[in-house]
C-alpha cells in the first residue's frame, strides 16, 4: 500500500501541474467556468485518489490471505 500511496501522490502532483498548464491552452473553449477552478481540480484529485486506492487495497487486501510458506513454495 504504501508504494501505491507514493505512486498515486506523484501523479496526483504531476497530473495537477499539467493540468493547470494546459488550462492556458483550454481557457478559450470553457464557458461559464474558471479556467482554473479549484472547486473542479479538488473534486479530479479526489475521485481518482479514491478510485486508486481502491486499486491497490484490493490486491493488497488479497495478499494478506496467502500463506508465505505456500507462495514461496510455488516459486
Known amino acids: 500500500m504504501r508504494d ?3 505512486l498515486i501522490g506523484a501523479g496526483l502532483a504531476l497530473g495537477s501541474l499539467a493540468a493547470w498548464a494546459a ?3 483550454l481557457k478559450s ?7 482554473a477552478d479549484p472547486l473542479t481540480f479538488g ?3 479526489l475521485l481518482l485518489a479514491g478510485v ?5 487495497f484490493i490486491p493488497a487486501h488479497r495478499a494478506t490471505g496467502v ?4 507462495a514461496l513454495r510455488a516459486e
Open 67 to 70: 500463506d508465505p510458506v505456500n
Open 29 to 35: 473553449q470553457l464557458y461559464e467556468v474558471s479556467a
Open 4 to 6: 501505491g500511496l507514493t
Open 52 to 56: 486508486a486506492l481502491v486499486a491497490c
Open 23 to 25: 488550462t492556458r491552452v
Open 43 to 45: 473534486a479530479v484529485a
